[in-house]
Nanobody, 120 residues
């Protein structure tokens, strides 16, 4: 059984910074694309940032220049460095990863989410 656990969420003032971490565990053979999604109440879950195994990144327009996604393949972790946070960034942030246990086909796994609240 694969498990993704997010950490690092919390309360922060506008303009502040926060670093989210996601740790993958289980009988994992390989991890392909990883990413961070977020969902605010009453809104659809949206992609924030994604990163491939070879470190190619993609960001939502709303966070470009402010957020940085990274990963550590050896540690099976991904990180989201969030800077210049805005109230509109308030949401539950979810870690996502495409993981292959033992076959050539990978499936997506989700973490339980971590709350990020940007407020003064």
């Amino acid at each position: 059984q694969v498990q993704l656990v997010e950490s690092g969420g919390g309360l922060v003032q506008p303009g502040g910074s926060l670093r989210l971490s996601c740790a993958a565990s289980g009988n994992i053979f390989s991890i392909y694309d990883m990413g961070w999604y977020r969902q605010a109440p009453g809104k659809q879950r949206e992609l924030v940032a994604a990163i491939t195994r070879t470190a190619t990144t993609n960001y939502a327009n709303s966070v470009k220049g402010r957020f940085t996604i990274s990963r550590d393949n050896a540690k099976k972790m991904t990180y989201l460095e969030m800077n210049s946070l805005k109230p509109e960034d308030t949401a539950v942030y979810y870690c996502n990863a495409a993981i292959n246990l033992s076959s050539a086909t990978a499936r997506a796994y989700w973490g339980q989410g971590t709350q990020v609240t940007v407020s003064s």
